[in-house]
């Protein structure tokens, strides 16, 4: 069974830094591309970043590609997320999703729940 | 950064067909911006519907469908049904990197 899983969302101050987790089971984690998108309170999908399977591509977008870095450790089957110097515009759920194969930036499949992140002082 | 462009609300009756689409600042949706379709439902991660145009998956229902329409990526409910009541976002490539339309809340009535 296929489980995608996000943590270290939080409540964190303006100008802080956060590193988010994206944790995956039940299939080969290096042969597919993970993606990160997140949805502030009562709007609609951003497409935020994403890497390829074995790490060797990264993917951001345009509004947070200064201030975010993608990696991954294919041991431990875990993506991660750096965001630094947030803002209160970036208050959202982070959702990680799962790619088609081991290049592009489109997630797919599977989807974890997300994880809440709240930029406030 | 290109803007994607779709319906901000649509109303369909029970077994009625619509057609939701997806527009780009940059001209015309081809095969090359490998357009998804997402649904969402309250409260849920968003679920994948078609890739790369017209692709359904195993669990994508036969009454969805997705094409290329008039110059925009399109998907097509045919015989929608009550559970079918979702927000719908597509999603285009632009070398790489990955935009979102606004979103279409569909209504079922």
């Known amino acids: ?121 | 950064q290109a803007v994607v462009t779709q319906e901000p609300s649509l109303t369909v009756s029970p077994g009625g067909t619509v057609t939701l689409t997806c527009g780009s600042s940059t001209g015309a949706v081809t095969s090359g911006r490998y357009p998804y379709w997402f649904q969402q439902k309250p409260g849920q991660a968003p679920k994948l519907l078609i890739s790369d145009v017209s692709n359904r998956h195993s669990w994508t229902p036969a009454r969805f469908s997705g094409s290329l329409l008039g110059g925009k990526a399109a998907l097509t409910l045919s015989g929608a049904q009550p559970e079918d009541e979702a927000d719908y976002y597509c999603l285009l490539s632009y070398n790489g990197a990955g935009v979102f339309g606004g979103g279409t809340k569909l209504t079922v009535l």
Request: hydrophobic share 35%.
């Open chain 1, 1 to 121: 069974e296929v489980k995608v899983l996000e943590s270290g969302g939080g409540l964190v101050q303006p100008g802080e830094s956060l590193r988010l987790s994206c944790a995956a089971s039940g299939f080969t984690f290096s042969m597919y591309a993970i993606s990160w998108v997140r949805q502030a309170p009562g709007e609609g999908l951003e497409w935020v970043c994403a890497i390829s399977g074995r790490g060797d591509v990264t993917y951001y977008g345009d509004s947070l590609k200064d201030r975010v870095t993608i990696s991954r450790d294919n041991f431990k089957n875990t993506v991660y997320l750096q965001m630094n110097t947030l803002r209160a515009a970036d208050t959202a759920v982070y959702f990680c999703a799962k790619g088609l194969g081991p290049y592009g930036s489109n997630p797919s499949d599977y989807w974890g729940q997300g994880t809440p992140v709240t930029v406030s002082s």
